[in-house]
């Protein structure tokens, strides 16, 4: 064991060796960096808090394509400058620097936590670049030379042995607004090396001895007039630096005003296609308290619509940098920013030039139907409009996310008096029956969305607040809110008189890809194919009706996001089912403009129809799912035990097996074979969460599934034993070649038979979808349309049988009496299950059913009367063949003349022979 570990310690040094084996010969720091920085003995002395970039520094860089692999990385353009010693030299102010640079993915891990490696031969770790460094720095005059060596693998899995020098400018231990330190890093091989790559340009904002110098007296004055008419959340001074400030505040719209169609005199950016930015992001790049006054240096970053991740790219062009204090009095941020300069191919040089840039934010301690933003703000200039660099007035706000919850968040109603004109209370007629509270998260649903009958579109509505104090559920909490609140007057309309409550609402509505109708009075003509909606009303939690006047965002028809535009008639109303509701509990509504049909802002109306997942419900359902399981259970037990019947009854008379019906029997054995393929695909691919959020921890109900699989399989294998047997039979037993006939011309019938009720069963499913208008999750698909066919099917599975007796005339017990009536029985109780659960529970959808699923089996009130009698007939119909022969149910003149039955032979086995039938 001893010589294993020796051996392994060994080969694992060797391999570091390889790894790193670059970094054993530097390249000459006289010959590349002499010239820059000079060269001086150091000495032994570690130097500590020397150096002003810090043991771990952070930044931005631009090239380095060839072998970085940029598209792998989530956050791209980053880079880490890493220190490990500095010493000091021979010559004053001059310092020799170890390090390391890095440039990594930030996608080094997948979303579960497992890291994310390329595990070829090679075994490399993919985006991931180092190189290893060596150089001095020059207090005096900011500079820094370092010449190393790369470690690591490229993007395309080769490992990196190639020569550097890496260069920094304005690395001094004092910093302000306009410090960047700038830098490149260089390869030193031949443009012919497969490893040469193009110069990498590197930026990163200096924090050492930050000095402040944009809040000037002059500065503070320009955000006086700010502010005055409303104050925002407070915040506490002891987190003011944690987060949202300090870190990065993402997705801000913008909103231009109305006369801007492009970018000139309409932006601080200068983008070469003249589009204007409509996304905005907040990236705090530091924080601290100097002089009892909190103050926030900010990276301001724009971006279009179509750059989800504003992060993953870094343009100078398209950021500002800025200082920023927080204003206790007014409860807002106050900001000046600058533009930051340079070249689009390279960050050399790129230092800070304007500064004109004022921009103020605040989280709003008043939401109403018409601001419904976390945070709202604005940017503009301070130049006039003569001077270059002017602009308009740009306001921001947050896009509909949910409130920060804080003390002194209010809600104010403007819209009840229409409201109560639109909607007059009438009192309630189903006396007795329970609504959803209007606290509770009943009031949330998702939702199908028809225009002119056809399904165009899916939304979620979701409550704000009930009565003047906002819903709480899921709404994020930041300790960074003070206690503090802010005295607002009541609502006017306080309607809460037991069931009434004030309440509002945010609705969005997503335009479906293919539901284009080209229709003028689309709701989507003037909105973007999201139509976000705020609504205010009065909710019945008498008689679960919901009626609230609405205001919808509007877009310019350039798509220019100009300043906030609303359409506000708009009349909703919904009308949610009993919380005791069996039958049926969907949430029915409607949105439709309350304009003239002629008026360009009119749309058609449109029908809402949403599920209700109701807590009381669930609850029922919990319990309906327990009861499901175990009949499950019992069902799939007593298949095998039935099934275990039959083959003791064909060991005990051998000479039956080849007159059992091998359609029968297949059609049996993928009755418990294409659930058990089905359960196991469901396995592989099922998110657990999409349980969990309606029934919580369901590992107690995926026991319960594995178990009923467990005994499925059981009842396959006995059932595809009983397939084997009989086929074995069949073809072993040369002498009853009559029997193989009338086993053909059982094909012959029941295939077409089979095929017509699958075009029938089809045809009937796609006329009752396009009749109804029902949500698109309950239309059939065909693949469910054949599953319910084949569970039609299996219900019958005694038919071919019953057909196979006809034409062989057999008269014996070739099945079973407790296979057939016991089988039947089993496949019956699912449609006296229905008839129950139909009357006790309300409708659930597919994926909740372990019992009686409507996907796989047809089942309605009409169907489970028809299909239990069908079995039961076929039972009998099975009990008379065997009795009295295979064709005693045929009139006197269909009978035929001869018919199979058992003889004793004088030989140890026994054999079947035909005999007359006088």
């Not at 909190?294 to 100078?316: G, K, Q």
């Not at 359902?621 to 499901?628: A, K, S």
Request: hydrophobic residues 35%; glycine residues 6%.
């Amino acid at each position: 064991m001893d010589s294993l570990l020796s051996l392994f310690i060994v080969l694992l040094t060797l391999s570091s060796f390889n790894l790193f084996s670059s970094f054993a010969s530097q390249p000459s720091y006289k010959d590349h960096c002499a010239s820059i920085v000079p060269y001086s003995s150091p000495t032994t002395k570690l130097t500590l808090n020397t150096f002003p970039l810090g043991d771990h520094y952070e930044g931005y860089y631009k090239g380095g394509d060839s072998i970085i692999d940029v598209e792998a990385s989530l956050n791209r353009f980053f880079f880490s400058l890493s220190k490990r010693k500095t010493f000091a030299t021979q010559t004053p102010q001059l310092f020799k620097v170890e390090g390391t640079i890095s440039f990594r993915s930030t996608n080094t891990f997948n979303n579960d936590g497992s890291s994310y490696y390329y595990m070829g031969q090679r075994g490399y770790r993919r985006g991931y670049v180092a190189f290893k460094l060596d150089g001095f720095w020059s207090e005096s005059s900011g500079k820094i030379c370092m010449v190393g060596t790369s470690g690591g693998y490229s993007k395309t899995g080769n490992y990196l042995n190639v020569d550097v020098v890496f260069k920094l400018d304005n690395v001094f231990n004092a910093s302000n607004i306009t410090s960047l330190v700038s830098g490149r890093l260089e390869s030193l091989s031949s443009e012919k090396d497969e490893n040469h790559f193009e110069p990498i340009s590197v930026l990163m904002f200096p924090k050492a001895n930050y000095n402040y110098t944009l809040n000037s007296i002059e500065a503070d004055k320009e955000f006086s007039s700010w502010g005055d008419s409303e104050k925002g959340l407070a915040l506490k001074s002891v987190s003011f630096c944690s987060y949202p400030l300090s870190r990065v505040i993402r997705r801000l719209q913008l909103e231009f005003s109305r006369e801007c169609n492009s970018s000139k005199n309409c932006t601080p950016i200068a983008e070469s296609s003249g589009q204007l930015p409509s996304l905005m992001s907040l990236e705090g790049i530091e924080c601290s308290l100097t002089n009892k006054k909190h103050r926030l240096r900010v990276l301001v970053r724009f971006s279009n619509a179509s750059d989800y991740w504003i992060s993953r790219s870094f343009n100078p062009k398209t950021m500002l940098v800025g200082e920023g204090w927080w204003d206790e009095k007014k409860n807002m941020l106050c900001v000046v920013a600058c533009h930051i300069m340079g070249t689009a191919s390279s960050l050399v040089g790129t230092h800070v030039g304007d500064c004109s840039m004022r921009l103020w934010l605040r989280f709003p301690t008043i939401w109403s139907i018409k601001n419904t933003s976390a945070i709202v703000g604005q940017i503009w200039s301070n130049k006039t409009a003569s001077d270059s660099g002017y602009f308009k007035m740009i306001t921001f706000r947050t896009d509909m996310n949910g409130p920060l919850r804080g003390q002194g968040l209010k809600y104010e109603y403007s819209q009840l008096e229409k409201v109560n004109q639109s909607c007059p209370i009438h009192k309630p007629n189903d006396q007795g029956k329970r609504y959803p509270d209007a606290y509770s998260y009943n009031m949330r649903f998702d939702m199908s969305v028809r225009e002119s009958n056809k399904k165009v579109a899916w939304g979620y509505s979701d409550p704000m607040a009930v009565d003047d104090q906002f819903n709480e559920l899921d709404l994020p909490t930041f300790d960074s809110f003070s206690s503090e609140s802010t005295e607002v007057p009541d609502s006017t309309f306080n309607n809460n008189n037991g069931s009434l409550f004030n309440i509002s609402y945010k609705i969005s509505i997503s335009e479906m890809s293919y539901s284009k109708l080209g229709d003028r009075n689309s709701v989507f003509n003037l909105s973007s194919p999201t139509v976000r909606i705020t609504a205010e009303g009065i909710y019945d939690a008498g008689s679960g009706i919901l009626c609230m006047i609405g205001c919808r965002d509007l877009v310019s028809k350039n798509e220019t996001p100009i300043a906030h535009s609303v359409d506000c008639e708009i009349l909703i109303k919904f009308q949610f089912p009993p919380l005791d509701t069996n039958d049926g509990s969907y949430i029915k509504g409607s949105i439709e403009s309350k304009r003239k049909e002629s008026d360009l802002l009119y749309f058609k109306r449109l029908q809402i129809s949403a599920v209700a997942y109701y807590r009381e419900t669930t609850r029922e359902n919990v319990w309906r799912m327990d009861m499901e399981i175990i009949m499950a259970l019992i069902s799939t037990t007593l298949a095998c035990v039935f099934v275990g019947l039959q083959l003791y009854h064909i060991k005990r008379h051998p000479n039956v097996l080849p007159f059992i019906s091998l359609i029968m029997m297949s059609i049996l054995t993928l009755g418990h074979m294409i659930p058990l393929v089905l359960n196991f695909e469901a396995l592989l691919t099922q998110n657990p969460q999409s349980r969990s959020i309606v029934l919580g921890n369901v590992n107690w109900l995926e026991v319960n599934e594995i178990s009923v699989r467990v005994i499925t399989m059981v009842a396959f294998l006995l059932q595809f034993r009983l397939l084997y047997l009989t086929w074995s039979a069949r073809k072993s037993d040369e002498s009853n070649k009559g029997v193989l006939v009338a086993e053909k011309k059982v094909t012959y019938v029941t295939l077409p038979l089979y095929a017509m009720g699958l075009l029938i069963a089809l045809l009937l499913k796609l006329k009752k979808d396009g009749d109804i208008i029902t949500p698109s999750y309950q239309h059939h698909s065909y693949w469910q349309n054949l599953k319910s066919y084949g569970g039609l099917v299996l219900d019958g599975f005694l038919f071919p049988q019953i057909i196979l007796n006809l034409f062989s005339n057999m008269r014996d017990s070739v099945l079973s009496c407790s296979f057939y009536f016991g089988t039947t029985f089993v496949r019956l109780l699912p449609h006296a299950y229905d008839l129950y659960r139909t009357h006790s529970y309300a409708p659930q959808d597919y994926g909740s059913y372990f019992y009686a699923d409507p996907s796989e089996d047809f089942y309605s009130t009409a169907w489970d009367i028809v299909i239990p009698l069908g079995g039961i007939l076929f039972a009998i119909i099975i009990f008379l063949q065997q009795r009295f022969g295979g064709q005693y149910i045929l009139p006197q003149r269909f009978k035929g003349s001869k018919v199979y039955e058992k003889v004793p032979m004088v030989s140890e086995s026994e054999a079947e022979v035909e005999t007359s039938n006088m």
